[in-house]
């Protein structure tokens, strides 16, 4: 393992050893893990889980969930784990090694809540790190990693990504029709997206949405209120279709 840094997540609620050279997670991450309506007693699975800052953000959120994140390089696995015990979260968070597209036995099960932030970068956009390469760079399977997460969903539950937000047309193909909320993170107001949240309620017949979504930065670059108050306050963001 090369060199780590501690980051701080959720005004230091959530602590973070991350690989100094390698992918970083940062915001991306919390507020994929705003998004995911988890309540007590539900089970979740996160799909390509890094160093572990969703389902760690998740776990400081949404207390009494069950969460499983699954990450094909053995040693994140191993210092996602470490991120668990270090943040009081073993008993109901822990990391396996696997592949998404060929996942252990165990977990070839249907899940509350599943969510990822997959690879969503192309051929043309290297990374001279090999283990940051593969975590940005998607090979054409962002689709697939669409599918598989929408196949470990349970009926009734959700499947939520992070994406970018030119990668949506893409992405559509592989969605349902129904069901979708789609939840655009604008950097400042009247600037296009960069990233968007999607969500699928599974089985759920309401019609999909275009959310406002929320604005990150103010004129002078500092975060605006309502995203402050996600990155340092564990506010979730508004995309359940559970009552529609």
Not at 7 to 23: E, I, K, M, P, S
Not at 126 to 147: F, I, Q, T, V
Request: hydrophobic fraction near 45%.
């Amino acid at each position: 393992m090369s060199a780590a840094t501690d980051d701080r997540f959720l005004n230091g609620r959530v602590v973070v050893r991350q690989t100094a050279g390698g992918f970083r997670a940062g915001l991306d991450a919390v507020m994929l893990a705003a998004a995911v309506p988890a309540r007590a007693g539900d089970t979740v699975l996160e799909l390509g889980a890094g160093a572990g800052t969703a389902s760690l953000c998740l776990a400081a959120r949404v207390s009494g969930c069950d969460i499983t994140g699954v990450e094909i390089d053995a040693a994140l696995v191993a210092l996602a784990n470490e991120n668990a015990h270090a943040n009081g979260a073993e008993a109901r968070l822990r990391f396996m090694q696997g592949d998404v597209f060929e996942l252990p036995a165990e977990l070839k099960r249907e899940f509350s809540h599943v969510l990822c932030n997959p690879p969503f970068h192309g051929e043309g956009e290297a990374s001279l790190d090999a283990a940051k390469d593969r975590a940005l760079k998607d090979n054409g399977l962002l689709g697939d990693w669409m599918e598989a997460g929408l196949k470990r969903t349970a009926g009734g539950g959700t499947f939520t990504a992070i994406i970018r937000a030119d990668r949506l047309v893409e992405v559509s193909a592989r969605l349902p029709e129904q069901g979708v909320a789609i939840f655009p993170l604008w950097p400042r107001a009247g600037q296009p997206a960069k990233r968007i949240v999607l969500q699928v309620r599974k089985g759920c017949r309401a019609a999909s949405v275009l959310l406002p979504g929320l604005v990150l930065h103010q004129p002078d670059g500092r975060y605006t209120a309502e995203a402050d108050a996600v990155l340092r306050d564990g506010a979730s963001l508004a995309l359940d279709l559970r009552g529609l």
